[in-house]
T-cell receptor, first 113, second 113 residues
């Protein structure tokens, strides 16, 4: 069965500092991996995905994520955090042969001015 | 990207009544999904709705409680039947677009009294 773990309920980072939001996954076969962001009273917005190819993928708003197959991780990163990055972030996984995306429980990111 | 419109954006309903949520997509899509996001929690898949076939429900969700229609490739409805306070959640429509990216509507925020 597929699963996604986001070990941190909340991450606090000072503005201008680098940020990391952690995600590990479990899936049979090769994974499709995603990061989404949810602002208050909004739906989910797609940030980036890993399907195949380079392990480092770049996405919207300066975010990037690194796929690590041996550690089954897909951590979200940004070199310099902005206050506007404060939101709820979801990691998600889909097995290539499956239609369903499974979401992690979410990590609330607080960027402190 | 796909643009998804959901109606209503929010509603307050009485116990025992039903609410139908509409989802309109600006392009034709094969796969549509309905999710529930309970307060402070992650997204849980309710069902997958493909045009021309019966919806496929996930464990814990049944058609009598959450009937779904999918009359064409741009539209779907989810009905929450015989509501109770436990049904208070955000309900999200989602579609799979190009490049295996899944897009989400802004959601319907439902409160049941």
């Amino acid at each position: 069965a597929q699963s996604v773990a986001q070990p941190e309920d909340q991450v606090n980072v000072a503005e201008g500092n680098p940020l990391t939001v952690k995600c590990t996954y479990s899936v049979s076969g090769n994974p499709y991996l995603f990061w989404y962001v949810q602002y208050p009273n909004r739906g989910l917005q797609f940030l980036l995905k890993y399907i195949t190819g380079d392990n480092l993928v770049k996405g919207s708003y300066g975010f990037e994520a690194e796929f690590n197959k041996s550690q089954t991780s897909f951590h979200l990163k940004k070199p310099s955090a902005l206050v506007s990055d404060s939101a709820l972030y979801f990691c998600a996984v889909r097995a290539q042969r499956d239609d369903k995306i499974i979401f992690g429980k979410g990590t609330r990111l607080h960027i402190l001015p | 990207s796909a643009v998804i419109s959901q109606k209503p954006s929010r509603d307050i309903c009485q116990r025992g009544t039903s609410l139908t949520i509409q989802c309109q997509v600006d392009s034709q899509v094969t796969m549509m999904f309905w999710y529930r996001q309970q307060p402070g929690q992650s997204l849980t898949l309710i069902a997958t709705a493909n045009q021309g076939s019966e919806a496929t429900y996930e464990s814990g969700f049944v058609i009598d409680k959450f009937p779904i229609s999918r009359p064409n490739l741009t539209f779907s409805t989810l009905t929450v039947s015989n509501m109770s306070p436990e049904d208070s959640s955000i309900y999200l429509c989602s579609v799979r677009g190009a490049k295996n990216i899944q897009y989400f509507g802004a959601g319907t925020r439902l409160s049941v009294l």
